[in-house]
């Protein structure tokens, strides 16, 4: 039921911050989403979507930190390798 | 997908699995209390990755699932009345009530339409002007932004012929009852990434402080949840008890403030009962009095005296984190996704579910 994934903004329409709706495509589903809780929401911006509603704009920075942890984790790895 | 696939490497999710067998080095049980999240770690056999030191429970983060009984007899009740065209979301359909489900409603003629938004129900309440139409409107934090923008939109149109039953539930207090009950063996939380994208983590610190209980916001692919459970497991071995963002390209700290201005506006705090669980304090949005016109409940009330059949079932302990699915005598036997006896086995975010569709034997 929380499931909410993450789509393209490809098109916006109107600009009522209550009633501002995007396509959104989900790897080329399009669906129409109310932008009402991203109004900074912009073309191209990645938005997670729940039940028809954009409820936040991915950060393209933060997303990469999981790998970051990954890469300082196999360099760890390593350098125990080494240590052995 | 870009979001989706990079987060489901194999190769990545294995190391993170080594560096949580590294760091282990005594036993640990966190529960993770999303639906969503137990529906991945069963999906990708998560916990086989995972040293035996470690266990995971499943918590009670599936709305469909703690939605309570009487409220679906509601539900069914109303659904059924001539006048009424019933919208809900698909998974509650097959929820059992205390003698029915509204699928059977549906199979006699009763006008149940499945939809995908609760804007959804605001048109199908203005195309049906001489029908009363009613949305079942259940959710934890992620959807109440959802159903109270269709609340708000509804009085701002004047729109005379939809209410809404609502069963909204928050997380922060059942998190609370699992740390106070007395059987509590969980040790560290994977909070729900979706809920805290919308109300932020702010309410957690209290919880992590007190309770002296690590909380790591969560994501919902393989590789968020294994960092989740690392970045919980290593607070648990250097004794610290934090709130930590893994989630952090959705969560930010204050949340969705637009999202939460619209809750407020629409929903008040209430006592809520939980299916399985009981009653727990201050866990309930209800709408404001200002609202309470789009009250279902207001609109169509119906006494019941509601009494809780005894069945095999064991959905509570297991919402709870006190048993596993497969623990249930009636797993896979006389319960099962096609003849479900409780929600858990609905809703494809129940523990039931998700350990029947993937077959997760664990101990
Ligand atoms: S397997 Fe079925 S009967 Fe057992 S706890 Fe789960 S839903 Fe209830």
Known sequence: ?84 | MKYVDEYRNSKEAKMFAEAIARTVTRTWTVMEICGGQTHSIAKYSLQDLLPPELSLLHGPGCPVCVTPVELIDKAIHIAAMPNVIFCSFGDMLRVPGSSADLFKVKSKGGDIRIVYSPMDALNIARDNPQKEVVFFAIGFETTAPANAMAIYQTKSENIKNLSFLVSQVIVPPAICSILESPQNRVQGFLAAGHVCTIMGYSEYEPIAKDYKIPIVVTGFEPLDILQGIFMCVKQLEEGRFEVENQYSRSVRKEGNLAAQKIIQEVFQIIPRQWRGIGEIKQSGLGLKPAYSQYDAEVRFPCEFHYQENATECISGLVLQGLKKPNECPAFGKSCTPESPLGATMVSTEGACAAYYRYQTVQS
Do not use: W
């Open chain 1, 1 to 84: 039921m929380c499931l909410a994934i993450p789509g393209k903004i490809i098109q916006i329409s109107g600009d009522d911050p209550l009633i501002r709706t995007g396509h959104v495509s989900f790897g080329g589903i399009i669906k129409e989403i109310n932008l009402a809780y991203t109004p900074e929401a912009t073309l191209d911006d990645y938005v997670i979507v729940h039940v028809g509603f954009a409820i936040s704009i991915l950060d393209e920075k933060e997303a990469q930190r999981v790998f970051d942890t990954l890469n300082q984790l196999d360099s760890f790895g390593n350098s125990e390798e080494r240590l052995q």
